[in-house]
C-alpha cells in the first residue's frame, strides 16, 4: 500500500472512532436531561441507542482492521517494520561501538534525576536521542542508580561493548561545540539552547517510510531507542520470564494501569476502576464479534494497593492478573529499592506486552509501556484509550495540527479554524473535541477532532551513510 492509502486509511479508523466520541457524548447530555426532567422513557431509548451505535462503531473499527490486513499489506507492514527497525538498531549500534574509544565524541548523560523509574528511562532516551542527534557515543552514568545501587548494567546490558569510558581531552558543557570530545548533558528541563530535534521531531531521512508504516510516526521513533536501551540482562528476562509463567500470563489480556498515590490532586485526577473498565469491556465486545474469547483477562498495575482487590470483587466476569504486594512496593516510601524495581519492570513488561492498553498518559509509566509497546508490533498506535491526555514527551517541543477542514465556531468555547491553520493542541477531550490555540487567530478553545491532523515535525538528524542500508 503507498504512504497516502495507509494515512487515509488509518484516518478513517480514527473517524470512525472520533464520531463515536462525539456522538456518545452528547447522547450521554442527553439522557441526562431525559432523568433531570424525569422523563425516564427518553433516558431509556437513549439508552438503547447508545447500546446499539457502540456495536454499530464496534463491527466498523473491526472491519477496518480486517481491510487492513488483506491484499497481503499484513505481510508487508511485517517485513518493512522489521526491516526499518533494523536499521535503526544498526545504526545504534555503530554510534555507541566507536572503533578507538579515546577518540570518540562522547555525550555523557547521568541518571540521578530524583523521580520515578519511567521518568528516569525517559531521561535517558532523551539522552539517547541527543546522541544519535549529534553523533556522539552515548555514556550513562548511572553509578548509585537510585533503583539499582549497582548501576544500571545489573539490569540491562550494557550500552556499548567498546567504549564506556566518560573521559577526554576536553569537556564541556551542553551545548560546547563541535570539537569538544566530552559534552555533559542536564536534564531536559535545564536544556539551553534547545536543540530542533528533541523529541517530537522525526528524522527527514527516514520520515517518508515511518509515516508509511506507522500511525503515529513520533512514538514510534522514541520506542526505536527504548528498544535499543531496555535490552535485559539475562538474569532480568529470567525473572521475567519466571513471573509471566507464575502468573499464567496469556493473550488475550488488557493492560490496565491505575496511577494514584502521589499523583491524585497534584498531576492527575482520580478515576474510579469502573471508568477503566468501561474501555476493557469495548476491547473484548470487540474482539468477541470476531472469535470466541474464552477468558476475559486483564493484567492490573498499580501503585494502589487497594485496586486489585476491589476489581475482583467487582468484576467477577474478569480474571485479573497483577500482584497486590508490586503495588505495596510502588508506594511513594517503598518506591526506590530492589524490590521495587523488580515491581515496576514486571509490571511495565506486561503492560506492553498486552494487547490493548487502558491507562493515564499523564503517567510516566504508561507513556513508557505504550512505547515499548510500538517495538512489538508493526504499528501498535492504536491500541490503548488513556483516560486523560494525549501522547506526549515530558520536555518536548510544541505539538502541532494542521487544520485540514475548515470550521465555524458556533458553540461556546469553540474556535474557528481555515484549511492549513496550525494548531498548539494541548489534549484531545474524547468527546469529538480537541482543545488547543489556533495560531493564526490567537485564539484557544475547541475544535473538532476529526478537522484536524498532528503536523510532524520533520527534522535534518544525520543519516548515518556508514551504515548500510
Ligand atoms: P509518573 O509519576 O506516573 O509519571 O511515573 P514515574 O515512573 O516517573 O514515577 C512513578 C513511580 O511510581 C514509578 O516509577 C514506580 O516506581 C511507581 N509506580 C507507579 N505506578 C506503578 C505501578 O503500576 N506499578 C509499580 N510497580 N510501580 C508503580
Given at each position: 500500500?503507498?504512504?497516502?492509502?495507509?494515512?487515509?486509511?488509518?484516518?478513517?479508523?480514527?473517524?470512525?472512532?472520533?464520531?463515536?466520541?462525539?456522538?456518545?457524548?452528547?447522547?450521554?447530555?442527553?439522557?441526562?436531561?431525559?432523568?433531570?426532567?424525569?422523563?425516564?422513557?427518553?433516558?431509556s431509548?437513549?439508552?438503547?441507542?447508545?447500546?446499539?451505535?457502540?456495536?454499530?462503531?464496534?463491527?466498523?473499527?473491526?472491519?477496518?482492521?480486517?481491510?487492513?490486513?488483506?491484499?497481503?499489506?499484513?505481510?508487508?507492514?511485517?517485513?518493512?517494520s522489521r526491516?526499518?527497525?533494523?536499521?535503526?538498531?544498526?545504526?545504534?549500534?555503530?554510534?555507541?561501538?566507536?572503533?578507538d574509544?579515546?577518540?570518540?565524541?562522547?555525550?555523557?548523560?547521568?541518571?540521578?534525576?530524583?523521580?520515578?523509574?519511567?521518568?528516569?528511562?525517559?531521561?535517558?532516551?532523551?539522552?539517547?536521542?541527543?546522541?544519535?542527534?549529534?553523533?556522539?557515543?552515548?555514556?550513562?552514568?548511572?553509578?548509585k542508580?537510585?533503583?539499582?545501587?549497582?548501576?544500571?548494567?545489573?539490569?540491562?546490558?550494557?550500552?556499548?561493548?567498546?567504549?564506556?569510558?566518560?573521559?577526554?581531552?576536553?569537556?564541556?558543557n551542553?551545548?560546547?561545540?563541535?570539537?569538544?570530545?566530552?559534552?555533559?548533558?542536564?536534564?531536559?528541563?535545564?536544556?539551553s539552547?534547545?536543540?530542533?530535534?528533541?523529541?517530537?521531531?522525526i528524522?527527514r531521512?527516514?520520515?517518508?517510510?515511518?509515516?508509511?508504516?506507522?500511525?503515529?510516526?513520533q512514538?514510534?521513533?522514541?520506542?526505536?531507542f527504548?528498544?535499543?536501551?531496555?535490552?535485559?540482562?539475562?538474569?532480568?528476562?529470567?525473572?521475567?520470564?519466571q513471573?509471566?509463567?507464575?502468573?499464567?500470563?496469556?493473550?488475550?489480556?488488557?493492560?490496565?494501569?491505575?496511577?494514584?498515590?502521589?499523583?491524585?490532586?497534584?498531576?492527575?485526577?482520580?478515576?474510579?476502576?469502573?471508568?477503566?473498565?468501561?474501555?476493557?469491556?469495548?476491547?473484548?465486545?470487540?474482539?468477541?464479534?470476531?472469535?470466541?474469547?474464552?477468558?476475559?483477562?486483564?493484567?492490573?498495575?498499580?501503585?494502589?494497593?487497594?485496586?486489585?482487590?476491589?476489581?475482583?470483587?467487582?468484576?467477577?466476569?474478569?480474571?485479573?492478573?497483577?500482584?497486590?504486594?508490586?503495588?505495596?512496593?510502588?508506594?511513594?516510601?517503598?518506591?526506590?529499592?530492589?524490590?521495587?524495581?523488580?515491581?515496576?519492570?514486571?509490571?511495565?513488561?506486561?503492560?506492553?506486552?498486552?494487547?490493548?492498553?487502558?491507562c493515564?498518559?499523564?503517567?510516566?509509566?504508561?507513556?513508557?509501556?505504550?512505547?515499548i509497546?510500538?517495538?512489538l508490533?508493526?504499528?501498535?498506535?492504536?491500541?490503548?484509550?488513556?483516560?486523560?491526555?494525549?501522547?506526549?514527551?515530558?520536555?518536548?517541543?510544541?505539538?502541532?495540527?494542521?487544520?485540514?477542514?475548515?470550521?465555524?465556531?458556533?458553540?461556546?468555547?469553540?474556535?474557528?479554524?481555515?484549511?492549513?491553520?496550525?494548531?498548539?493542541?494541548?489534549?484531545?477531550h474524547?468527546?469529538g473535541?480537541?482543545?488547543?490555540?489556533?495560531e493564526?487567530?490567537?485564539?484557544?478553545?475547541?475544535?473538532?477532532?476529526?478537522?484536524?491532523?498532528?503536523?510532524?515535525?520533520?527534522?535534518?538528524?544525520?543519516?548515518?551513510?556508514?551504515?548500510?542500508?
Open positions: 500500500p503507498s504512504k497516502e492509502y495507509e494515512v487515509k486509511r488509518r484516518a478513517i479508523y480514527r473517524g470512525v472512532q472520533e464520531i463515536w466520541y462525539f456522538v456518545q457524548q452528547e447522547l450521554e447530555k442527553l439522557k441526562k436531561k431525559g432523568h433531570d426532567q424525569s422523563a425516564p422513557e427518553l433516558a431509548l437513549i439508552q438503547e441507542i447508545l447500546n446499539s451505535g457502540k456495536e454499530h462503531e464496534i463491527v466498523l473499527l473491526n472491519d477496518l482492521q480486517e481491510l487492513s490486513s488483506m491484499e497481503g499489506h499484513d505481510a508487508w507492514r511485517t517485513t518493512e526491516a526499518l527497525s533494523d536499521l535503526v538498531q544498526r545504526r545504534l549500534h555503530y554510534l555507541q561501538n566507536p572503533v574509544c579515546s577518540k570518540a565524541r562522547k555525550l555523557v548523560c547521568n541518571l540521578n534525576k530524583s523521580c520515578g523509574y519511567g521518568c528516569q528511562i525517559h531521561h535517558a532516551a532523551y539522552c539517547f536521542i541527543m546522541a544519535y542527534a549529534t553523533k556522539r557515543t552515548l555514556i550513562l552514568n548511572s553509578k542508580w537510585r533503583y539499582h545501587r549497582g548501576g544500571w548494567e545489573k539490569v540491562f546490558l550494557p550500552l556499548s561493548d567498546t567504549c564506556t569510558d566518560p573521559s577526554g581531552l576536553d569537556r564541556s551542553w551545548p560546547g561545540t563541535n570539537e569538544t570530545q566530552v559534552i555533559e548533558l542536564p536534564i531536559v528541563d535545564m536544556l539552547p534547545r536543540p530542533t530535534f528533541l523529541p517530537l521531531a528524522p531521512d527516514l520520515s517518508e517510510r515511518m509515516i508509511r508504516l506507522h500511525g503515529d510516526p512514538v514510534w521513533w522514541i520506542g526505536q527504548m528498544k535499543y536501551l531496555l535490552r535485559y540482562q539475562p538474569e532480568t528476562q529470567k525473572m521475567l520470564d513471573a509471566k509463567e507464575k502468573m499464567n500470563f496469556k493473550t488475550p489480556v488488557v493492560g490496565v494501569h491505575v496511577r494514584r498515590t502521589d499523583k491524585v490532586g497534584t498531576e492527575a485526577a482520580f478515576h474510579s476502576i469502573d471508568e477503566y473498565m468501561l474501555f476493557v469491556a469495548d476491547f473484548f465486545n470487540k474482539l468477541e464479534m470476531k472469535e470466541k474469547v474464552a477468558v476475559r483477562r486483564v493484567y492490573l498495575a498499580s501503585d494502589d494497593p487497594s485496586v486489585l482487590p476491589e476489581a475482583k470483587k467487582k468484576y467477577p466476569d474478569y480474571e485479573f492478573l497483577g500482584d497486590v504486594s508490586i503495588a505495596k512496593g510502588a508506594a511513594v516510601a517503598t518506591r526506590y529499592t530492589d524490590s521495587s524495581l523488580r515491581g515496576i519492570l514486571v509490571d511495565i513488561h506486561m503492560l506492553a506486552h498486552s494487547d490493548h492498553l487502558v493515564t498518559f499523564s503517567s510516566q509509566v504508561c507513556r513508557l509501556a505504550y512505547e509497546m510500538q517495538t508490533h508493526p504499528d501498535a498506535s492504536s491500541k490503548f484509550k488513556s483516560l486523560d491526555d494525549i501522547y506526549y514527551y515530558g520536555g518536548q517541543g510544541p505539538h502541532q495540527q494542521t487544520a485540514i477542514y475548515s470550521h465555524k465556531a458556533h458553540r461556546t468555547g469553540e474556535i474557528s479554524m481555515e484549511v492549513g491553520d496550525v494548531l498548539g493542541i494541548a489534549g484531545n474524547w468527546d473535541y480537541s482543545k488547543g490555540i489556533n493564526r487567530t490567537k485564539q484557544s478553545g475547541l475544535y473538532p477532532s476529526f478537522k484536524a491532523v498532528d503536523k510532524y515535525n520533520i527534522v535534518d538528524f544525520p543519516v548515518y551513510s556508514e551504515v548500510a542500508v
